[in-house]
């Protein structure tokens, strides 16, 4: 089995920054961690969930367009973590968010995730 710890989230007011952490631990991650495409994706009260940021299997990054520019996802291989950093936060960023592993690389399927961390933008 995988497991996805989250950590980093708080109450910020509007236009500032916050930093989440993923530590992904299990048999398998050692070998595999590094061709996996890590993801973030968040959930707001009555909402469906919302892929906001992954990595593609080439490497590259993709962002939903409502954080585009704003958001900055990133990982360590060698110490099998994964983070996002948020700026110039906005109310509507108030969710749990989730880091996740895509299934076969495809986004909004998800093999495995955390229990999840709560970030709260006030105004």
Request: include cysteine; proline fraction near 2%; charge should be positive.
């Amino acid at each position: 089995a995988v497991k996805l710890v989250e950590s980093g989230g708080e109450t910020v007011q509007v236009g500032g920054s916050l930093r989440l952490s993923c530590a992904v631990s299990g048999k398998t991650v050692k070998g595999y961690y590094s061709t996996w495409c890590m993801a973030w994706f968040r959930q707001a009260p009555g909402k469906e969930h919302e892929g906001i940021a992954n990595f593609n299997r080439d490497g590259s990054t993709t962002y939903a367009d409502s954080v585009k520019g704003r958001f900055t996802i990133s990982r360590d291989n060698a110490k099998f973590t994964l983070s996002l950093q948020m700026d110039s936060l906005k109310p509507e960023d108030t969710a749990v968010y989730y880091c996740a592993v895509l299934q076969r690389c495809q986004r909004g399927t998800y093999s495995w995730w955390g229990q999840g961390t709560q970030v709260t933008v006030s105004s």
